[in-house]
């Protein structure tokens, strides 16, 4: 089963102009699916660079058919199928769903398949002695090196045609998706595991047993956070991303945030280890301040208040249950 991806494949030099004609009628229909599938994966959120992607998608279509006229006056009707996983050189494309549809991909993706066609239709036209089938591949060329261009300008473009809506949009699913489950989780794993921390080191006043206790509280509280979020909705409807990467990342934040004032406490030393994770707990409220005044529009001042109340009451909490 190891080798059952290498198969038999022809030189394009090797091809008549009839396999050449419909292996670019092959190609393009299949570039021109491919360009409507992104552009159908992207309109929910980027519109303006979904619209440049039905243009390549309808100029791919107008190619396959200027291909198809061609072909009906030189070979007749039918039309051999040969594909690009046929001739050696091509790159074997990729449905549109298996690389998602985050733009800086897809930008990348249709610069890398223009080159591609464009690589190919000027290969195709310097072999044939057909001057009709010459004329047209080099044509095709020219357009697919402009359609390579234009891949690298659809960031300006889009800008442009767009204001500054799609870099909103981006903005908007950058805080849905990764900051808020991992706002939610470093809040629960800095704030919530105060408590038991400060509880062990007061109440046993020895170093290892409070990083055991912090260490144990970080992984239970990232474990059960992560679930929590993954299981919370599935964000079809929400636009809350896939549930399982906004459980990793609120999974992983929230142990992070237990773990950081509990590395202190392998300092042996009861006192400075206390002190230490005493300054690291205040520059995690910090840390939870300024991300949520600069994703959640939250004055500062106001966020900072918010969470060091709540992480004071907590410490404090711990403080008075270890030293009973």
Same mark, same amino acid.
């Given at each position: 089963?190891?080798?059952?991806?290498?198969?038999?494949?022809?030189?394009?030099?090797?091809?008549?102009?009839?396999?050449?004609?419909?292996?670019?009628?092959?190609? %393009?229909?299949?570039?021109?699916?491919?360009?409507?599938?992104?552009?159908?994966?992207?309109?929910?959120?980027?519109?303006?660079?979904?619209?440049?992607?039905?243009?390549?998608? !309808? !100029? !791919?279509?107008?190619?396959?058919?200027?291909?198809?006229?061609?072909?009906?006056?030189?070979?007749?009707?039918?039309?051999?199928?040969?594909?690009? !996983?046929?001739?050696?050189?091509?790159?074997?494309?990729?449905?549109? $769903?298996?690389?998602?549809?985050?733009?800086?991909?897809?930008?990348?993706?249709?610069?890398?398949?223009?080159?591609?066609?464009?690589?190919?239709?000027?290969?195709?036209?310097?072999?044939?002695?057909?001057?009709?089938?010459?004329?047209?591949?080099?044509?095709?060329?020219?357009? /697919?090196?402009?359609?390579? &261009?234009? #891949?690298?300008?659809? %960031?300006?473009?889009?800008?442009?045609?767009?204001?500054?809506?799609?870099? /909103?949009?981006?903005?908007?699913?950058?805080?849905?998706?990764?900051?808020? @489950?991992?706002? #939610?989780?470093?809040?629960? *794993? =800095?704030?919530?595991?105060?408590? @038991?921390?400060?509880?062990?080191?007061?109440?046993?006043?020895? =170093?290892?047993?409070?990083?055991?206790?912090?260490? &144990?509280?970080?992984?239970? &509280?990232?474990?059960?956070?992560?679930?929590?979020?993954?299981? =919370?909705?599935? *964000?079809?409807?929400?636009?809350?991303?896939?549930?399982?990467?906004?459980?990793?990342?609120?999974?992983?934040?929230?142990?992070?945030?237990?773990?950081?004032?509990?590395? @202190?406490?392998?300092?042996?030393?009861?006192?400075?280890?206390?002190?230490?994770?005493?300054?690291?707990?205040?520059?995690?409220?910090?840390?939870? =301040? $300024?991300?949520? #005044?600069?994703?959640?529009?939250?004055?500062?001042?106001?966020?900072?208040?918010?969470?060091?109340?709540?992480?004071?009451?907590?410490?404090?909490?711990?403080?008075?249950?270890?030293?009973?």
């Amino acid at each position: 089963m190891l080798f059952t991806d290498f198969r038999p494949q022809k030189a394009l030099a090797s091809l008549t102009d009839r396999e050449v004609l419909a292996l670019a009628i092959q190609s %393009e229909e299949e570039d021109g699916r491919i360009y409507r599938d992104l552009a159908e994966g992207l309109r929910p959120h980027y519109p303006a660079s979904a619209g440049v992607f039905d243009g390549m998608a !309808e !100029e !791919e279509s107008q190619h396959r058919r200027r291909l198809l006229d061609l072909f009906s006056q030189r070979f007749g009707d039918h039309i051999p199928l040969v594909r690009r !996983e046929d001739v050696k050189g091509f790159i074997r494309r990729k449905a549109a $769903w298996m690389d998602g549809f985050d733009i800086d991909t897809v930008r990348h993706r249709a610069e890398t398949m223009e080159a591609e066609a464009a690589s190919f239709y000027r290969q195709a036209a310097a072999r044939t002695s057909d001057p009709a089938v010459r004329k047209l591949l080099g044509d095709l060329a020219e357009v /697919e090196s402009d359609h390579q &261009a234009m #891949a690298g300008r659809l %960031e300006a473009d889009a800008k442009q045609s767009a204001g500054a809506t799609e870099t /909103e949009t981006a903005r908007r699913l950058f805080v849905l998706q990764i900051v808020q @489950p991992g706002l #939610a989780g470093l809040m629960d *794993g =800095s704030v919530s595991t105060l408590a @038991p921390v400060f509880a062990a080191a007061f109440a046993t006043g020895n =170093s290892w047993d409070a990083f055991l206790v912090g260490l &144990a509280a970080s992984i239970g &509280a990232g474990i059960s956070m992560g679930f929590a979020e993954a299981l =919370s909705d599935d *964000g079809s409807l929400t636009g809350r991303g896939h549930p399982w990467m906004r459980g990793l990342v609120c999974g992983l934040m929230t142990a992070a945030g237990g773990i950081g004032h509990t590395l @202190p406490y392998l300092i042996p030393d009861f006192r400075v280890a206390t002190a230490l994770a005493i300054a690291i707990v205040i520059v995690e409220l910090l840390a939870i =301040s $300024w991300i949520r #005044a600069r994703y959640m529009d939250t004055p500062f001042l106001r966020a900072a208040f918010q969470v060091m109340v709540g992480g004071l009451l907590v410490f404090g909490a711990g403080v008075l249950i270890g030293s009973a």
